[in-house]
Nanobody, 127 residues
Framework: EVQLQASGGGLVQAGGSLRLSCAAS????????IGWFRQAPGKEREGISC????????YYADSVRGRFTISSDKASNTVYLQMSSLKPEDTAVYYC????????????????????WGQGTQVTVSS
């Protein structure tokens, strides 16, 4: 059974940094892609970053490119999202999700089909 545990959210001032962690279990890391998504109140869920488990190639949405960095530690089956230069508009519940295959560059339609989700972690950026 695929299990994902997201952690690391919190309250931070604009311009600050946070690092989110996603502890994954129940699947072969190399066979999956793991993504970070977020949902702000009243807004659609957004896929913001994704990493291929086999080679670490990564995708970033325009809204976070240059400020967020995704990485993985295969030894611990953990995916990280380092968030810097945070803005109030980054405030949202952040989720990690995983699915079989290499789908990070496959677009929003594929993101909507991701099958396994962790619980969310709240990130609040104050102005």
């Amino acid at each position: 059974e695929v299990q994902l545990q997201a952690s690391g959210g919190g309250l931070v001032q604009a311009g600050g940094s946070l690092r989110l962690s996603c502890a994954a279990s129940g699947f072969t890391f190399d066979d999956y892609s793991i993504g970070w998504f977020r949902q702000a109140p009243g807004k659609e869920r957004e896929g913001i970053s994704c990493i291929h488990g086999d080679d670490g190639s990564a995708y970033y949405a325009d809204s976070v490119r240059g400020r967020f960095t995704i990485s993985s530690d295969k030894a611990s089956n953990t995916v990280y999202l380092q968030m810097s230069s945070l803005k109030p508009e980054d405030t949202a519940v952040y989720y990690c999700a995983a699915d079989l295959g290499r789908w990070c560059y496959s677009g929003r339609a594929r993101f909507r089909m991701v099958s396994s989700w962790g619980q969310g972690t709240q990130v609040t950026v104050s102005s």
